[in-house]
Nanobody, 125 residues
Framework: QVQLVESGGGLVQAGGSLRLSCAAS????????MGWFRQAPGKEREFVAA????????YYADSVKDRFTISRDNAKNTVYLQMNSLKPEDTAVYYC??????????????????WGQGTQVTVSS
């Protein structure tokens, strides 16, 4: 089992940047594929980015491609989401998630077994 704690959210102007962190407990973090999702008020939770356990494979939603970068440091049990060129439509609660399953369905929330509590990102226009 793994516990996840996100941090790094906040209020930023459009065009700005934020880096989210997700710290994981447990000694098996390096065996988990990791993902970031977000949920805006009144909307479904949506996939943002994912990374394989080794860090070699990364996947992005079209809406964030070329603006966001997912990475991980297995020595620190942490996964990151660097968000650049932020837009007001990026405003949401951002969640990290861990999965022991394969990456075939990396964009589906059902593919993930553990979730953090979320961190709020607000982008002002």
């Amino acid at each position: 089992q793994v516990q996840l704690v996100e941090s790094g959210g906040g209020l930023v102007q459009a065009g700005g940047s934020l880096r989210l962190s997700c710290a994981a407990s447990g000694r098996t973090f390096s065996t988990y594929n990791m993902g970031w999702f977000r949920q805006a008020p009144g909307k479904e939770r949506e996939f943002v980015a994912a990374i394989t356990w080794s860090g070699v494979g990364t996947y992005y939603a079209d809406s964030v491609k070329d603006r966001f970068t997912i990475s991980r440091d297995n020595a620190k049990n942490t996964v990151y989401l660097q968000m650049n060129s932020l837009k007001p439509e990026d405003t949401a609660v951002y969640y990290c998630a861990a999965s022991l399953r394969g990456m075939t369905w990396y964009s589906s929330s059902n593919n993930y077994d553990y979730w953090g509590q979320g961190t709020q990102v607000t982008v002002s226009s």
